[in-house]
């Protein structure tokens, strides 16, 4: 069962575009969300989080969006640069839990 | 600051080999973390830990074990490898569990 979905495997994007990934879950509990970006042959790195009593967050060319009533967060992008290209995955922490669950990742690429 | 160092970062075992992946940290991070990465599955939790000479199961945990004798190491032992086993493992650490810090990975592949 998967609680935390990254239906996009994949998406191209035109360099200085904005780019929007998309990220939908299924536990109500989920209280805190994160993305992280992974370059390959390397660890992934954490980018930018959100706290369930908010609506966004932004953080320089990078910010995330919150819909609680439809379960669904997206990363944006503006301008996007090709150092942003790279797998992304959204993760989900559990009220009261210490873990977190990571989407399946959707690879960016920016096209020159 | 090394961050988070993992050992070894690539093996290859034949199946019913047994061994080791170490993972250290130098931030004083409480918390520390097993992933596996596969195609198509994103990164599944395998064993966790909240402090020293804690450990708990994640997602996927059956085929390893783990141990936390100290603050700053955290291993991952497989003790008789299986070919679904062949994946890339990160280690991570985390002073609050919400942003966690990942080391480079290991490649294994079990023949």
């Known amino acids: 069962d998967q609680q935390v979905k990254q239906n996009s495997p994949s998406l191209s994007v035109q360099e200085g575009r904005i780019s929007i990934l998309n990220c939908d879950y299924t536990n109500s509990m989920f209280d805190y969300f994160l993305w992280y970006k992974k370059y390959p042959a390397e660890g992934p790195t954490f980018l930018i989080s959100i706290s369930s009593i908010k609506d966004k967050n932004e953080d320089g060319r990078f910010t995330v969006f919150l819909n609680k009533s439809a379960k669904h967060l997206s990363l944006h992008i503006v301008p996007s640069q090709p150092g942003d290209s790279a797998v992304y995955f959204c993760?989900?922490?559990?009220?009261?839990?210490?873990?977190?669950?990571f989407g399946t990742g959707t690879r960016l690429t920016i096209i020159p | 600051n090394a961050g988070v160092t993992q050992t070894p970062k690539f093996r290859v075992l034949k199946t019913g080999q047994s061994m080791t992946l170490l993972c250290a940290q130098d931030m004083n991070h409480e918390y520390m973390y097993w992933y596996r990465q596969d195609p198509g599955m994103g990164l599944r939790l395998i064993h966790y830990?909240?402090?020293?000479?804690?450990?708990a199961k994640g997602e996927v945990p059956d085929g390893y074990n783990v141990s936390r004798l100290k603050k700053q190491n955290f291993l991952l032992g497989l003790e008789s490898a299986a070919p679904s086993q062949t994946s890339v493992y990160f280690c991570?650490?985390?002073?609050?569990?919400?942003?966690?810090?990942f080391g480079p990975g290991t490649r294994l592949t079990v023949l």
């Open positions: 993760a989900a922490k559990g009220v009261g839990n210490e873990k977190l669950t």
């Open positions: 991570a650490s985390s002073r609050n569990f919400v942003e966690q810090f």
């Open positions: 830990s909240v402090g020293e000479g804690t450990t």
